[in-house]
């Protein structure tokens, strides 16, 4: 998912202790495979965590915001701690707080728990996930040794996806919704003990953390987001609404001030000079923020409205991880011969496609034509543009930023999620509002005495019950005008800002991005 380091700025290489190599590899594997496939492992059991802990659809939101916010926010801190305290301590530290922190996802008996525990768990895998990356150039010699375990890595970061919402499925239907946080646990205690054994510590080095930069910029965006989401309940003109914007808009202010008087900034303002990457990171911001609405969206759509289990859900959403891989695969082959502006223009008119399809969502809708259509074209956009958008991001840039540039993508994509996500929410609530109040005439005059007595008491149509899908299906595809917006802003940015043509990017990326 996320690669704050690369191979030009680590560590020399060494081998790793005796003949076991395979062990290293399979431990910083599993670790990269833990924290990619939470996002989706999640997303499945979300109409089940909503129901037991009572969460609203919007409010539900935060289950994964709180997530991305901590881990995107934090990254590039994570990514600097490992360098200056020891890249295998910091990881095994991480390692040990994700899975804390999942153990106590497990546990939660209301939803400040849940949410709190998520946060701590996006620390965690802030920590872990830069530093399993950079491990693999500490513990694999240069050359095609280390050619190999990147290979095996990128493969295990790209199906964490698909593996997410099988497993997802699998655990809520046969077990329970809390097993999506418990499987973490082993997982973290077997990481954290072979650490040690099978992978070697990196060299220290100078440096200072840039805590001042890595705080303002999280809590000014937990703020920007807590305040689209506010505003979704109690509007706009509500006053912690408008102190949550406005707090958010004086934090990133004085994160850019930090960061320009910093000397060693978190994020290197002047990589933003190069129009090409600015356009690129814009591109990642605007389409993560329609992908995160999908996942999270259409999990309640075919859970809520189509009846699906939580393992045919899953199942369900496994073509759009595989389009996404085939179509990245065949940009990696042709954008070398053809440059990235036509996977990257093509890719965001199928993303816009998609979303636009999405847009005709209603409760009569089938899975074929209202979701899986619709979500393969995403897909298979979204994979066309990834390679490019990833070889863009450190295209040009000094060996000892390349780690910053790459992170800086993975910190886009999960921040552009949570903002977008929140916005939709915003306009999923004030729809659903709006067609609530259009069918309360029919509900009363036809629903059951059972269903009206349910709707007196909550003031919510009873959940499966035709108004009640008519409700969210409605929200959800009124929602998803703001994902088309996101993805013509993309469009345009592909059109008229990127430049790069065949023979500007590098052959490899060194970069990497949740599918």
């Keep these: 998912m996320a690669i704050s380091d690369m191979l030009s700025k680590s560590a020399p290489p060494r081998a790793s202790r005796g003949q076991h190599k395979g062990i290293a590899l399979t431990v910083i594997a599993a670790t990269q495979l833990m924290v990619v496939l939470d996002a989706t492992i999640v997303n499945i059991a979300l109409p089940h965590i909503q129901d037991a802990l009572k969460f609203s659809t919007t409010n539900l939101s935060w289950v994964i915001n709180a997530y991305t916010l901590t881990f995107g926010g934090l990254l590039l801190l994570g990514g600097r701690a490992g360098d200056i305290l020891g890249r295998r301590r910091v990881f095994i530290a991480g390692v040990l707080l994700f899975g804390l922190a999942s153990l106590l996802g497990g546990f939660a008996e209301n939803g400040t728990m849940l949410l709190a525990s998520r946060a701590l768990q996006g620390i965690g895998g802030a920590i872990c996930s830069p530093t399993a990356f950079a491990l693999i150039a500490t513990?694999?010699?240069?050359?095609?040794?280390?050619?190999?375990?990147?290979?095996?890595?990128?493969?295990?970061?790209?199906?964490g996806a698909a593996i997410g919402l099988l497993a997802g499925g699998v655990l809520t239907e046969y077990l329970d919704w809390r097993w999506v946080f418990f499987v973490n646990v082993p997982i973290a205690i077997l990481i954290a003990v072979a650490a040690p054994m099978y992978i070697n510590e990196s060299e220290r080095?100078?440096?200072?953390?840039?805590?001042?930069?890595?705080?303002?910029?999280?809590?000014?965006?937990?703020?920007?987001?807590y305040g689209f989401i506010h505003a979704a309940s109690d509007g706009w003109s509500d006053t912690v609404t408008l102190v949550a914007f406005a707090a958010g808009?004086?934090?990133?202010?004085?994160?850019?001030?930090?960061?320009?008087?910093?000397?060693q900034p978190i994020t290197p303002l002047h990589l933003f000079r190069d129009r090409n990457r600015t356009g690129g990171l814009i591109m990642m911001l605007c389409l993560a923020a329609a992908m995160f609405g999908i996942f999270f969206y259409v999990t309640l759509f075919v859970q809520r409205v189509l009846g699906y289990s939580p393992l045919k859900a899953g199942v369900a959403f496994l073509p759009i991880s595989v389009a996404i891989i085939i179509a990245a695969q065949l940009a990696s082959v042709f954008q070398a011969r053809l440059g990235p502006k036509p996977f990257m223009a093509g890719g965001a008119v199928l993303v816009t496609a998609g979303l636009a399809w999405l847009t005709q969502t209603s409760a009569d809708s089938s899975y074929v034509a209202g979701v899986l259509g619709p979500t393969v074209t995403f897909g298979f956009g979204m994979g066309l543009i990834f390679v490019p958008v990833m070889l863009i991001a450190v295209a040009g840039v000094a060996d000892n930023e390349t780690g910053a540039a790459s992170g800086l993508l993975n910190s886009v994509q999960q921040i552009g999620g949570s903002l977008g996500l929140s916005i939709l929410t915003t306009v999923f609530a004030n729809a659903a509002v709006s067609e609530g109040k259009s069918q309360a005439a029919d509900f009363m005059q036809n629903a059951p005495a059972e269903a009206k007595a349910h709707f007196q008491q909550t003031g919510q149509f009873p959940p499966g019950s035709t108004w009640a899908n008519e409700v969210l299906a409605y929200g959800i595809s009124q929602a998803f005008i703001v994902g088309v917006v996101f993805a013509a802003v993309a469009?345009?940015?592909s059109i008229f800002v990127i430049k790069?043509?065949?023979?500007?990017?590098?052959?490899?990326?060194g970069a990497g991005v949740a599918l």
Excluded: C, H, Y
């Design 205 to 225: 080095r100078e440096g200072t953390f840039d805590l001042p930069g890595a705080l303002t910029s999280t809590l000014g965006l937990v703020s920007l987001v």
């Design 139 to 159: 513990n694999f010699e240069e050359g095609p040794e280390r050619n190999r375990a990147f290979g095996v890595f990128s493969a295990v970061a790209g199906s």
């Design 249 to 263: 808009a004086l934090l990133l202010a004085g994160f850019v001030v930090i960061e320009q008087r910093t000397a």
């Design 500 to 509: 790069a043509k065949a023979g500007d990017l590098p052959t490899g990326s």
């Design 491 to 493: 469009l345009l940015v």
